[in-house]
């Protein structure tokens, strides 16, 4: 079973950065896409950015364009959330994502696109 995991939330405040990392365990598994999205209390689980594992060409929600940076180690299969900026706005449960939306035809926003979830890991941005 593929698992991914979460690691580097945490309770920081307006305007500091944290940095999410995201490994899966168990068996492996490739991907076309790797993601983060996020989900506020209350609200719905939202799309936050995603790279082509293959490649690079990161996409961005416009909320995140410009202060968040994914990038990549595919010799580790992990990827990584460089939040910087950060706003209380910002405070949700973050989850990282791998699958192959494009052969679905879903968009790379989509979550439907995306076979495997971590937990979750807590980011809260004090004001």
């Known amino acids: 079973q593929v698992q991914l995991v979460e690691s580097g939330g945490g309770l920081v405040q307006a305007g500091d950065s944290l940095r999410l990392a995201c490994a899966p365990s168990?068996?492996?598994?490739?991907?076309?896409?790797r993601g983060w999205f996020r989900q506020a209390p209350g609200k719905e689980r939202e799309f936050v950015t995603a790279?082509?594992?293959?490649?690079?060409?990161?996409i961005y929600a416009n909320s995140v364009q410009g202060r968040f940076t994914i990038s990549k180690n595919n010799a580790k299969n992990t990827v990584y959330l460089q939040m910087n900026s950060l706003k209380p706005e910002d405070t949700a449960v973050y989850y990282c994502?791998?699958?192959?939306?494009?052969?679905?035809?879903?968009?790379?926003?989509?979550?439907?696109?995306?076979?495997?979830w971590g937990q979750g890991t807590q980011v809260t941005v004090s004001s």
């Open positions: 994502a791998a699958g192959d939306p494009s052969s679905r035809r879903l968009s790379w926003t989509d979550p439907k696109g995306y076979d495997y």
């Open positions: 168990g068996r492996t598994f490739s991907s076309s896409a």
């Open positions: 790279i082509n594992w293959s490649g690079y060409n990161p």
